[in-house]
């Protein structure tokens, strides 16, 4: 396997910080894992350059090689990214990220391949999304979700949709769980695998200021203690 897809359920449900992990995770198995964000929309700016924020996290874990694309599209906006495509007038071209992906390929293990929002995401329009560009890369997924309240159905519709799209899932990530869950939030760590089907391969624990603090070696240590490697590896 040379690749793996990190999804979510919506944005914002941590997949930089899991993409970040899982880097983290690997490289300390000797695994030379690199992470990708093939469309970032939400540059920041530092002077006059613009640079993409996922990128500058895992750079908490990971320094790039020289001339190494990371991103491949960055746009200002946070839409979604065939509306920023268009606005920008620079839309997205799949055969440019098919492109970077195969360099990273060629010179690392594995590449952990971060999506733009959720799985239905479209990237130019209604009929190239995020699973067709999966299915032009021919990797398996993983789905990032959380515990809390609406979880159920948000990751039940997401693994539905993906299996629907004949994607290969290799299973579920629960991010920021907390440190004392209610009944709720602990049954919904199991129901999780009843209505999707699909293993939970990962529980990250819920940390205060983990975007900061995630270049913090006991930090990485306490995220990536609850993920199963060899389930993604299998």
């Known amino acids: 396997m040379s690749g793996i897809f990190i999804t979510g359920t919506s944005t914002n449900v941590g997949?930089?910080?899991?993409?970040?992990?899982?880097?983290?995770?690997?490289?300390?198995q000797n695994i030379d894992a690199v992470p990708y964000k093939p469309v970032q929309c939400g540059a920041i700016t530092e002077g006059e350059e613009w640079l993409a924020p996922d990128v500058e996290?895992?750079?908490?874990?990971?320094?790039p090689q020289e001339n190494e694309q990371l991103n491949s599209f960055l746009y200002e906006?946070?839409?979604?990214?065939h509306f920023a495509a268009q606005l920008a007038g620079n839309p997205i071209d799949p055969e440019v990220i098919m492109r970077n992906y195969q360099v990273l390929q060629e010179?690392?293990?594995?590449?952990?391949?971060?999506?733009?929002?959720?799985?239905?995401?479209?990237?130019?329009?209604?009929?190239?999304?995020?699973?067709?560009?999966?299915?032009?890369?021919?990797?398996?997924?993983?789905?990032?979700?959380?515990?809390?309240?609406?979880?159920?159905?948000?990751?039940?519709?997401?693994?539905?949709?993906?299996?629907s799209k004949g994607l290969t899932v290799k299973g579920i990530i629960i991010n920021g769980y907390p440190d004392s869950p209610s009944e709720g939030v602990k049954d919904?760590?199991?129901?999780?695998?009843?209505?999707?089907?699909?293993?939970?391969?990962?529980v990250?624990?819920?940390?205060?200021?983990?975007?900061?603090?995630?270049?913090?070696e006991e930090v990485l240590e306490e995220l990536i203690k609850g993920i199963d490697l060899d389930k993604l590896l299998e």
């Open 15 to 28: 997949k930089t910080i899991i993409t970040t992990c899982l880097t983290y995770a690997f490289r300390k």
């Open 57 to 63: 996290l895992y750079r908490k874990v990971y320094e």
């Open 77 to 81: 906006p946070r839409f979604s990214p």
């Open 107 to 163: 010179r690392h293990e594995l590449v952990l391949v971060e999506g733009a929002g959720g799985l239905a995401v479209p990237l130019i329009d209604e009929q190239y999304g995020t699973p067709e560009l999966i299915k032009d890369l021919n990797i398996p997924i993983v789905i990032v979700t959380q515990a809390n309240v609406g979880t159920l159905n948000a990751t039940s519709l997401t693994a539905h949709y993906a299996q």
């Open 188 to 202: 919904n760590l199991k129901m999780i695998e009843k209505t999707t089907g699909l293993p939970v391969i990962g």
């Open 204 to 216: 990250v624990p819920q940390i205060a200021d983990v975007e900061a603090r995630i270049g913090e």
